[in-house]
């Protein structure tokens, strides 16, 4: 979502922000890769030379720049995965959000806040082996050490029958540029819900409920501890069936390196 905010960035100063080009004509950024001498200058330092900058026109892009300075991105609200015969294009993200802000209107309920194409950001992310919706092991050649000079391909039913059938998912999530506007989440969210019923989408999910389920608990997650009356006793096990009390591996490894 940084590169997304990015490029919004550079698009509202691109009008604004000006590149010397040849014969010292101002070239905009947008259109720089048809001018190599103001393409030179299209480096890093236009990041911090907007965010420098007091011209009363970048102050948009200027404000987006210092929230990614800050963290402060835009917040994903939920994210489903697209049909297993159809692959969303770039091109149609703009189709996108206006169906989405479109499903408001089937939203019954009173003093729904008004939610705009402004307000949400629609990303497409794609999951694949490298070669799109193809097993890349279908292109590789494999040799045997008796027969070294003659290739052959493995299909592959000769290595599994549990190996993925697809090799592409493609995910679609939403994001709502005002974190803290939790009038205009839960109507996003419900409207995105609507899109993805209509478009055979997977059921969507709440981002924080997503990370949850993928991320480790943290130490102030974890469960607090028993009181010592509460925490339950167990047998010394090895003492019971006359066994030594087992070593910690550290150990182990120590006596084996000194011993040889």
């Not at 590169?3 to 922000?17: L, P, Q, Y």
């Not at 990303?123 to 919706?133: E, R």
């Not at 608990?217 to 469960?223: A, G, K, R």
Request: charged letters at 30%.
């Amino acid at each position: 979502i940084i590169e997304t905010m990015i490029c919004e960035a550079f698009c509202k100063a691109d009008d604004h922000f000006l590149l010397p080009g040849k014969d010292g004509k101002k070239v905009k950024m947008s259109e720089a890769i048809f001018d190599m001498t103001a393409y030179t200058h299209l480096s890093d330092r236009v990041f911090y030379t907007i965010l420098a900058s007091t011209d009363p026109e970048l102050e948009e892009a200027r404000k987006i720049l210092h929230a990614v300075q800050r963290r402060k991105l835009y917040h994903c609200i939920s994210q489903c995965n697209s049909p297993k015969d159809r692959v969303f294009k770039k091109g149609e993200v703009p189709r996108i959000t206006k169906e989405i802000i479109k499903a408001k209107q089937h939203l019954e309920e009173e003093n729904v806040p008004v939610l705009t194409e402004d307000d949400v950001c629609v990303q497409l992310v794609k999951f694949n082996y490298g070669m799109g919706d193809t097993n890349p092991v279908d292109n590789m050649r494999f040799y045997k050490k008796d027969q070294p000079n003659k290739a052959y391909k493995v299909r592959k039913e000769e290595v599994s029958r549990m190996l993925p059938d697809l090799f592409l998912e493609q995910s679609i999530r939403l994001y709502l540029r005002d974190a803290n506007n939790r009038d205009k989440e839960r109507t996003a969210a419900w409207c995105f819900k609507q899109w993805c019923e209509v478009n055979d989408c997977t059921t969507p999910r709440d981002a924080s409920e997503h990370a949850i389920s993928l991320t480790p608990l943290s130490l102030s997650q974890e469960p607090e501890s028993l009181p010592a009356s509460q925490t339950p006793s167990y047998p010394n096990v090895n003492g019971a069936f006359g066994c030594a009390t087992p070593d910690h591996p550290g150990t182990v490894s120590q006596r084996l390196r000194f011993s040889g």
